[in-house]
């Protein structure tokens, strides 16, 4: 199939989506809501198709009608449109395939011809929501069976392997059939408003611009906990745990975001530049720093939201032996000149109070403090960003607390800016929203390049490598806690504190 002109509308390409997985946990709970409110959004143009593929056997019919009823259920109630669920159910067609073998493949070729006009430029985007163990096979078989041209371009999703050489091995696989400027490797927290908005909020900014560095910032604190447990997952986070799952996946691009120099311009690859940088530039961890500046945990049965819980040993299925870790907090830092001394405290896990992600930006006090000594503690700005569960920006200032007995006593509060009542009639699209938009348009800034990938995993490998030479197991939290008390005891031993505790 060759196209000889492009789409009329640049802001809604036409492409043709194939979707891997598409009876999978991601597609229902994520993409198809996605994919129907970039519809209801009107982004998608009336000529875009998207084809489900599974192993299972379905008919079209009854594809559309699992779709439908996927976004009752995922859709609120109040931005469910029966006339947008129609339209996009019917861009929707399915196919049975086995995966891993080129037999039916070329199914995919035929599909596309049938569905599309020969005059309008119109790539195939390949969407594996599958695991990384068969990014591989596919994209070998995409091409045997003649799938493919040199538009085609390929989503998956991280973490990429189990370590830094599972890592090759599946992007080598992935580049002999795509090359990097058509490879689009999602980090779903990279397409959050609120993790956008770090980029102008530093670089667009002179009162931040200038403030930016360890001259002014004391310290930096990622939280990133979760509520759930394995919820079914048992088999892949037992073996790859909180380390791999949520440090080397997520917290290290938030660290790129906060800790990067100025791109030359926001060009995809000048953004992924930088945050190279910022990754070579990690601390490693020495046996004496591990054991003073990393805590790992494995919670036991709790209480959250009134309601007991049972202990990682005490999932279903669970290995009753296993020494994986559900929670991760450690002290690192970035080796440049602009972060030099400055401690970045990263903490993650599951099973605990709230489901929360959130940046806090510690500056500096004033050198010369004049006011109650009492409250010398308060005398410092921080820099508030919440990525979830409501997104939003706080800074928070020191003013005269009022009254007529009060004097000069200081009182704490923020400047804010909450997303959902700064922009009351502004739906905040949902992060997959945002990527999937950017890979219809071909544009990369928001997903991960290769080198990124392979850096962070040799930062965690070294990590890794020395828990297991070390041998000790996962300290105990319980449920519903803020993990292990030697996570507390950790920043507390520099004369700091958890957010939460302020």
């Given amino acids: 199939m060759k196209a000889t002109r492009r789409s009329e509308d640049e802001d809604r390409p036409v492409i043709d989506l194939a979707l891997f997985g598409a009876l999978g946990d991601l597609s229902l709970r994520k993409l198809y809501p996605a994919l129907y409110h970039l519809d209801r959004e009107g982004l998608l143009h009336d000529d875009t198709r998207i084809l489900g593929l599974a192993r299972q056997e379905m008919q079209t019919d009854a594809f559309r009608k699992r779709v439908a009823e996927t976004l009752q259920t995922y859709v609120k109630p109040a931005e469910l449109d029966r006339a947008t669920v129609k339209r996009f159910t019917a861009r929707l067609d399915f196919l049975q395939l086995d995966f891993g073998t080129a037999e039916g493949y070329g199914a995919i070729a035929e599909w596309r011809k049938a569905v599309r006009h020969d005059t309008v430029v119109c790539p195939l985007v390949v969407y594996l929501a599958v695991p990384a163990s068969l990014y591989g096979d596919i994209c070998r078989n995409l091409q045997a069976g003649e799938c493919l041209d040199e538009l085609s371009r390929v989503v998956v999703e991280k973490p990429i392997g189990y370590d830094f050489e599972s890592s090759c091995e599946i992007n080598d696989a992935i580049g002999e059939v795509f090359p990097e400027s058509r490879v689009y490797r999602i980090d779903h927290y990279l397409g959050k408003e609120t993790v956008q908005n770090l980029i102008a909020l530093r670089f667009a900014n002179p009162l931040f611009g200038t403030q930016w560095n360890q001259?002014?910032?004391?310290?930096?604190?990622?939280?990133?906990?979760?509520?759930?447990?394995?919820?079914?997952?048992?088999?892949?986070?037992?073996?790859?745990?909180?380390?791999?799952?949520?440090?080397?996946?997520?917290?290290?691009?938030?660290?790129?975001?906060?800790?990067?120099?100025?791109?030359?311009?926001?060009?995809?690859?000048?953004?992924?530049?930088?945050?190279?940088?910022?990754?070579?530039?990690?601390?490693?961890?020495?046996?004496?720093?591990?054991?003073?500046?990393?805590?790992?945990?494995?919670?036991?049965?709790?209480?959250?939201?009134?309601?007991?819980?049972?202990?990682?040993l005490e999932e279903e299925g669970a290995n009753r032996e296993s020494g994986t870790e559900t929670f991760v907090a450690m002290k690192t830092g970035v080796s440049n000149w602009r972060w030099a001394g400055v401690p970045f405290y990263l903490r993650t896990g599951k099973r605990m109070p709230e489901k929360l992600s959130q940046i806090v930006i510690h500056f500096r006090q004033q050198a010369h403090y004049i006011f109650d000594p009492d409250q010398r503690n308060l005398a410092a700005n921080k820099l508030v960003i919440r990525l979830q569960p409501d997104e939003g920006i706080a800074l928070e200032v020191?003013?005269?607390?009022?009254?007529?007995?009060?004097?000069?006593?200081?009182?704490?509060?923020?400047?804010?800016?909450?997303?959902?009542?700064?922009?009351?009639?502004?739906?905040?699209?949902?992060?997959?929203?945002?990527?999937?938009?950017?890979?219809?348009?071909?544009?990369?800034?928001?997903?991960?390049?290769?080198?990124?990938?392979?850096?962070?995993?040799?930062?965690?490998?070294?990590?890794?490598?020395?828990?297991?030479?070390?041998?000790?197991?996962?300290?105990?939290?319980?449920?519903?806690?803020?993990?292990?008390?030697?996570?507390?005891?950790?920043?507390?031993?520099?004369?700091?504190?958890?957010?939460?505790?302020?």
């Fill in 215 to 312: 001259n002014h910032i004391s310290h930096v604190e990622i939280t990133v906990s979760e509520q759930v447990g394995i919820e079914g997952r048992w088999g892949y986070f037992d073996r790859a745990g909180q380390l791999r799952d949520m440090v080397q996946n997520h917290l290290l691009q938030l660290v790129c975001l906060i800790a990067m120099d100025p791109p030359a311009n926001l060009d995809a690859d000048a953004i992924r530049d930088e945050k190279v940088k910022v990754l070579k530039a990690l601390q490693p961890f020495s046996e004496a720093r591990l054991n003073r500046d990393v805590v790992r945990g494995q919670y036991i049965a709790g209480t959250i939201n009134g309601k007991g819980v049972p202990g990682y």
């Fill in 398 to 502: 020191l003013t005269k607390d009022s009254g007529l007995d009060r004097g000069m006593r200081l009182r704490r509060g923020p400047l804010h800016l909450d997303f959902g009542s700064a922009f009351p009639q502004e739906r905040i699209p949902d992060a997959y929203e945002r990527l999937l938009l950017e890979v219809m348009k071909g544009r990369q800034y928001l997903f991960v390049r290769r080198d990124e990938v392979e850096h962070a995993w040799h930062w965690c490998d070294s990590l890794i490598a020395a828990w297991e030479e070390m041998g000790e197991p996962p300290r105990r939290y319980p449920a519903g806690s803020w993990g292990p008390v030697a996570s507390i005891a950790m920043i507390t031993q520099d004369g700091r504190s958890w957010y939460e505790d302020y």
